[in-house]
């Protein structure tokens, strides 16, 4: 059985960080595009980052360029978002999927096979 845990989340003030991981069992995600996603309340999932496992180079929303930095362990099976300088709007769920039919980041979650469950992060203000 696939399976994507994330772990990480949880309550900071703004301009502290967290760092979400994002473990994979059930096969290996070594040859499989990762993903960042996130979903605030009232709001459609939206690209956070993303890392491709042909080059290792990575892909930012504007709006969490040079404040979150994606980075994968092939080893672990287990991806890593780094998340400096958080806002109150950076407030979501946040997802972790696997677009393993591709070869490089796809921005949009139609394109993703696997998700995990999703973890929560609050930022208060």
């Known amino acids: 059985q696939v399976q994507l845990v994330e772990s990480g989340g949880g309550l900071v003030q703004a301009g502290g960080s967290l760092r979400l991981s994002c473990a994979a069992s059930?096969?290996?995600?070594?040859?499989?595009?990762m993903g960042w996603f996130r979903q605030a309340l009232g709001k459609e999932r939206e690209f956070v980052a993303g890392?491709?496992?042909?080059?290792?180079?990575?892909s930012y929303a504007d709006s969490v360029k040079g404040r979150f930095t994606m980075s994968r362990d092939n080893a672990k099976n287990t991806v890593y978002l780094q998340m400096n300088s958080l806002k109150p709007e950076d407030t979501a769920v946040y997802y972790c999927?696997?677009?393993?039919?591709?070869?490089?980041?796809?921005?949009?979650?139609?394109?993703?096979?696997?998700w995990g469950q999703g973890t929560q992060v609050t930022v208060s203000s």
């Open positions: 059930g096969r290996s995600f070594s040859r499989c595009a």
């Open positions: 890392i491709s496992w042909v080059t290792g180079g990575t």
């Open positions: 999927a696997a677009d393993c039919r591709g070869l490089f980041v796809d921005r949009s979650w139609t394109r993703y096979d696997y």
